[in-house]
C-alpha cells in the first residue's frame, strides 16, 4: 500500500473517532463521549501500526512514553474542570493546554 494511501486510512480513523466523540458528547452523553475518547481504539491502533510499521522496540517506547505523559493529561483535565466554571471555555483550555506542555515539559526533562 503506498505511503499516502496509507496515512489517509489513518487520518479517516482518528477522525471518525473524534466524530463520534463530538455527536455524544454535545447529544448529552458525556460518559459515552468519554469512553470513546479514551478506550484504548487510538492508543490501541497505534501500538498496531507501530508495531507493524517498525516493530517491538518503537512500540516498547511509544507505550513507555504514553504512561509518562499521563500525568500532565490528569493536570488538563483537572484543570478544565476547575477553570470552565470559573473562567469561562477559552481562557480554561488556554490554561489547560499550557499547563499540559509545561507537565510534558517537566516529564521530558525527567526523562533525561
Do not use: C, D, Q
Request: net charge positive; proline share 6%.
Amino acid at each position: 500500500m503506498n505511503e499516502l494511501v496509507k496515512y489517509g486510512w489513518y487520518f479517516l480513523l482518528g477522525g471518525l473517532l473524534v466524530s463520534l466523540s463530538t455527536y455524544l458528547g454535545s447529544h448529552g452523553k458525556g460518559f459515552w463521549a468519554a469512553l470513546a475518547s479514551t478506550v484504548p481504539v487510538i492508543s490501541g491502533l497505534t501500538f498496531i501500526l507501530v508495531y507493524l510499521n517498525a516493530g517491538p522496540g518503537p512500540t516498547i517506547s511509544f507505550a513507555k512514553h504514553l504512561i509518562w505523559l499521563s500525568p500532565p493529561w490528569f493536570v488538563y483535565v483537572g484543570v478544565m474542570i476547575v477553570g470552565i466554571p470559573r473562567l469561562g471555555f477559552w481562557p480554561a483550555y488556554i490554561l489547560a493546554m499550557t499547563s499540559y506542555m509545561v507537565g510534558v515539559g517537566l516529564m521530558r526533562s525527567l526523562l533525561k
